[in-house]
């Protein structure tokens, strides 16, 4: 059965391109992905399906194509388990052929020109059809049908004018927008890291191993910019289950790497630690004084740089901190319609925004927070009840249906090992504590996008997160994290 157009998301925006010239190339949300070569058009379109699905599969649903080869366009729905939809295939204008006109007694009795055939109507080509990718994954290059001569029968006898004139092929011009000097396939830069990476500074060009190849993929992933902004919300009912340092790691990884404008807001509802963690500015301003301010700072007269008397600056890291508020009483819980003016107030100001949140989903702040969300990120250390807590978040979202349920299936889950067993020098105690997070990261994985283990670290622990204090292998895995939560904008 056909999938309606209008049930597959058209984000992010794919376009797979096929040219005559032996390239292709798959275009996802405006990042290029070179298609392996192929001998024919037909290969080249073959292999770019297969990159498509891979991204269907990434996205754990299917995805809508664009399509451009030399014999026409149109849109095609690719789904995670191979099959191809054709939506639609305008076919290009067949090069027309014409004929020489043939030489013709100057007069035609009237009763030859009854007896002229009607001519034989063109067959119509049948629809194109669902296909796995080894069969027929694009819809077929249109088949020109040439149509049938009108049919004059023969004189009894035979005139002497009468002669037979063959067929002549009208040369024709390609139109310049047809062709392209231009090939897309980028240059492979040198290693740089490893023995490869020597070789290479020693004037010995070496091609980078697939572990670089995979962190380059990972900086293109966090390097991008998206149209809008985009909030991120980092949640789990479960108190010590590293939703802070996972803000702080999200927000310093995509602003160094994107440079996009972020900011880190602590939408706890009462008073969170976000701001314990990072560094102050020169002020004690919070989210409270924000939205006080926030008619001002919504007017188009208002100078961009005025947020900064809300927000504190992370100097090394390049994002912005909105603190919760941490009045003496703490007796002030945030509101859903303050939540939506903050929001307000921030996405005009920011590409993204990245939220700490409190452990109660039922709390009014928490919940539209959600509503806001474009991409969930579940953080769980390896401890049991803090992936209880993080399975029953991801339940509850899933429960409710619709948007969030959308994020829940669509969420990234990143698994810290347990800081507990890090501090016992038994081997075996690290070996569990690395058993566990594998346990863990396996029992999420079906039922999310993706699922990134990361690495005890000590600099995580106590005091301001830095990530230049990570280890190497830290901030490799934190890379990592943040290219899986990227890929979803």
Known sequence: ???????????????????????????????????????????????????????????????RVRIEDPDGQGELIVHPDSRIESVSYDPHQSRRRAEAPATTPPTVAPAIIETVAAPTPSPVAAPVQSAPVDAQPWPPAPVAVAEPADTVPAPATPEPQTAVVAEEEVPTRRSLKETSFLVSVPVLEPATQGWRGTLTRLGLRMDPSEEE????????????????????????????????????MLSAILARYSGAATVAWDNNESQGTLGWRTEKGSHDRSVLDLIDSSTELLSPSTNAAEIAKFVHHQTADKFDVLRSDENEEGDHEVTAEEVDIAHQVLTRYYRLVVMDSGNTARAANWRRMIDHTNQLV??????????????LTLQTLESRGGHDAELARNAVVIVSESTDAKRSVSGDALKRAKDEAQRIAD??????????????????????????????????????AAAAVAAGF
């Open 213 to 248: 190849l995979t962190e380059r993929e990972d900086i293109r992933t966090v390097s991008q910019h998206w149209p809008g902004p985009r909030t991120i919300a980092v949640v789990n009912r479960k108190g010590g289950a590293n939703k802070t340092p996972t803000v702080v």
């Open 378 to 391: 579940v953080p769980v250390t390896a401890i049991e009840d803090r992936a209880e807590a993080a399975r």
């Open 443 to 480: 029992g999420f994985e079906p039922f999310v996008r993706a699922v990134v283990r990361i690495p005890y670290d000590p600099a995580l622990v106590n005091g301001p997160i830095r990530y230049e204090a990570l280890q190497p292998a830290t901030r490799r895995a934190w890379l990592a």
């Open 1 to 63: 059965m056909a999938t309606p157009p209008n049930e597959v998301l058209a984000f992010p925006n794919i376009r797979a391109i096929v040219r005559d010239n032996g390239t292709a190339e798959v275009i996802v949300a405006g990042n290029s992905r070179v298609v392996p070569a192929g001998d024919t058009v037909q290969e080249l379109r073959t292999n770019a399906l297969a990159l498509i699905v891979g991204e269907a599969q990434t996205l754990q649903r299917p995805v």
